[in-house]
């Protein structure tokens, strides 16, 4: 069965630091989202991308947080400078269309920062 | 306001019993999705019904759905150890963009 895939599993940065998180959507799903789930709590939607450009964003998602799909395979998070708040898993998923359809999550890549 | 609230937060059943979920949501929804999490790992999707839709069933799972009481319960019959994991329910919700907006998750324990 198709997969998305997401790397690294897990990611342990410096306050501060960039980091990107990659995933690769399966190959013909066209909407493609980032959530994030801190320890514990509810999974929480950051942006959705349809078409090479962000559809939706959520408040979590500031200036901080930046999506590309460079390749038309890879999909990638971007978060510039990270805080200590940003730990969390954050899992990709992608669907075929963006209504009526169930989504197909990554296994996430957990980030720590310290 | 919280959309998707799942009540219990927390079941534990033995194996072979039925185990019932509920969750409830505040706005008009296109369609309500289950979904599982196994201890650090991804969301797998296990069901969705449409708004327009009132039961549905996949294997052991049957889900329903009231939309005037804003509602929606997942039943998973003949319980397995395998089971035990965390339960969500996420929304899809009317004229918005697609996105899901997830509850906070039921804890399920099915003991052997």
């Known amino acids: 069965e198709p997969e998305v895939t997401q790397t690294p599993s897990h990611q342990v940065t410096q306050m501060g630091q960039e980091v990107i998180l990659r995933c690769v959507p399966i190959?013909?799903?066209?909407?493609f989202y980032w959530y994030r789930q801190i320890l514990g709590q509810k999974v929480e939607f950051l942006v959705s991308?349809?078409?090479?450009?962000?559809?939706?964003k959520s408040e979590i998602f500031d200036d901080q947080f930046s999506v590309e799909r460079p390749d038309g395979s890879n999909f990638t998070l971007k978060i510039r400078s990270t805080k200590l708040e940003d730990s969390a898993m954050y899992f990709c998923?992608?669907?075929?269309?963006?209504?009526?359809?169930?989504?197909?999550f990554g296994s996430g890549t957990r980030l720590t920062v310290v | 306001s919280q959309q998707g609230e799942e009540d219990p937060q927390a079941l534990s059943i033995q194996e072979g019993e039925n185990a019932t979920m509920n969750c409830s949501y505040k706005?008009?929804?296109?369609?309500l999705q289950w979904y599982r999490q196994n201890s650090g790992r991804g969301l797998v999707h296990l069901i969705l019904?449409?708004?327009?839709?009132r039961e549905k069933h996949s294997g052991r799972l049957r889900v329903t759905l009231d939309t005037s009481k804003k509602s929606s319960s997942l039943l998973i019959t003949a319980s397995r150890a395998a089971d035990t994991a965390s339960y969500f329910c996420?929304?899809?919700?009317?004229?918005?963009?697609?996105?899901?907006?997830f509850g906070k998750g039921i804890t399920l324990s099915v003991r052997p």
């Open positions: 998923a992608s669907t075929v269309r963006g209504l009526d359809y169930g989504y197909t």
């Open positions: 190959s013909n799903h066209l909407y």
């Open positions: 991308f349809y078409n090479n450009e962000i559809s939706e």
């Open positions: 706005t008009s929804i296109n369609n």
């Open positions: 019904i449409r708004s327009n839709e």
């Open positions: 996420a929304t899809d919700r009317a004229g918005a963009n697609s996105k899901l907006t």
